[in-house]
Structures are given as C-alpha cells and as structure tokens.
C-alpha cells in the first residue's frame, strides 16, 4: 500500500508573513482551553493584542472559566482569521498552540502591555484595572496554518515571535517614535490602510509598533503593516518606515 501523500506543504516566507498578518492583526480571537472540572475542551472568545516582541496577549476576568482554565493547566489554542463572502472556509486561518504565562500586576512588562493593549482596545480602559483582570501572555509553541484550499503549512514559535535587540529600546520609545512618524509624514496611516485594503476608510492610526512592523485601526477594523525583514536597530524601525513609505501612493 502506498503512502498517503502529505497535505502539507514547505513552510515558505509567504506562509510566514501570512501567520503573522494573521494573528498580528487579529483584534479577537476563539480560544480553546481545558476545563478543569471536566477535562474536555472548552472554547470562548477573548480580545487579542500583541506584545513589543509579537507574543499574542489577553485580558480575562478571573470569573471566566478560560481564566481559571489556564490557572490550572497553560495550554491553550487560539484561531485567528476572518472569513468574508462565500464559503468560510476558503479563506485563510492560523491555529496558534500557546503556552499562557500570566503577567504580574506593577511589572514592568506589565505597564507595556497595559498601554499597547489599550491602544488598540481602548474601551478595555473601563475594566482593565478590575483587580480581578489580569493579562496574560501566550507563547507560541507551534501553530497550523490554512491559506484556503490546498494550502496547509505548520510553523515553529520562531517564525511567530519577533527576536530582535532593539525590542527593549522601540519599547521604551515606542510613543515617541509614532510622534516622529506622523510629524513626518501625517498621512502615513490613511495611506497605509488603503494600500492594504484597497478603500480610504476614515481616522486611521497608529496603535502599535514592534521591530517586525506597524498596526493601524480605524473603529472596528485594524490591519497589519510588516516589514520586509526584522529591524536590529531603532535606525533600522525608522528606516523600513520611510521605505515603505515612499513605495505607497499618494492620497
């Protein structure tokens, strides 16, 4: 009897940056837990950001039953991927396996992610300092990725994550590099949006940036700017910047 042929495919730069695009950009997210009462798996839907150096991040209240879930055991699984028109599944969707490390309240890391999570969920504000929410981060173990139809790649916590020596300093800068860009340019998100999505859209900014790119939202929608390869340096932020830049239309 032959072998069956593998459905999956060489995991090549174009599935990479579409992993990232795809749960960097996620505002939301299914997540799968298990219950610890019960032990099956138990799905909810949380709010997504991502931290300075691309690690997927939640706020839960600690009544929810996936808080307690991750509590008592840390794996978890998140799908990112919106369909649109048609069939659902023609369209692409990232299955993230996660290991969930909860962050300390008055960390360090926990101020940064405080802001960036705002940033991109600013209505959190009215509960995200709730003693009973906390953050937590999800470490990417290993993800499956499905492009559509014929198109199955499986991916490593390397291809996910941003590893890059400047993650600190665009941390501690990050506020004032996005000063910086919009005083340069103040057009640079409208502009950025419409070459990604193909409409003008209205008040696009930007509500995060990280050594592999840049998110900019409007209202509900938010999309992912990646550069064409990791910046060591903060030089190197603003230089993949101004390259793409110049290589979007005008308005």
Not at 3 to 29: F, I, N
Not at 32 to 38: I, R
Not at 54 to 63: Q, R
Not at 180 to 202: F, M, S, V, W, Y
Request: with cysteine.
């Amino acid at each position: 009897m032959k072998d069956q042929a593998s459905v999956l495919r060489d995991t090549d730069d174009d599935a990479r940056k579409l992993a990232r695009v795809l749960l960097r950009s996620a505002r939301y997210a299914a997540i799968a837990v298990l219950d610890p009462e019960t032990g099956f798996p138990f799905s909810s839907r949380v709010l997504l950001g991502t931290d300075i150096d691309g690690v997927p991040v939640i706020l839960v209240s600690g009544l929810s039953t996936h808080t307690r879930a991750l509590l008592a055991d840390q794996r978890a699984s998140l799908l990112t991927g919106e369909p649109g028109k048609g069939d659902p599944l023609a369209y692409a969707r990232l299955s993230t396996q996660c290991i969930a490390e909860p962050v300390e309240r008055y960390s360090a890391a926990h101020d940064r992610i405080r802001t960036r999570f705002l940033s991109r969920h600013p209505k959190a504000k009215l509960y995200v300092d709730f003693p009973d929410f906390r953050f937590f981060r999800l470490l990417p173990q290993t993800a499956s990725l499905n492009g559509g139809f014929g198109r199955a790649y499986i991916l490593q916590a390397d291809d996910l994550t941003i590893r890059s020596p400047a993650n600190e300093a665009l941390s501690e800068r990050a506020a004032a590099v996005v000063r910086d860009l919009i005083a340069a340019d103040p057009e640079l998100p409208t502009r950025t949006a419409r070459a990604l999505k193909k409409h003008n859209g209205t008040d696009w900014y930007i509500c995060g940036i990280d050594c592999a790119g840049f998110d900019v939202i409007s209202g509900d929608s938010l999309l992912r700017q990646e550069f064409s390869e990791i910046a060591l340096t903060l030089d190197a932020v603003y230089s993949h910047i101004s390259n793409i830049k110049y290589s979007i239309p005008e308005i």
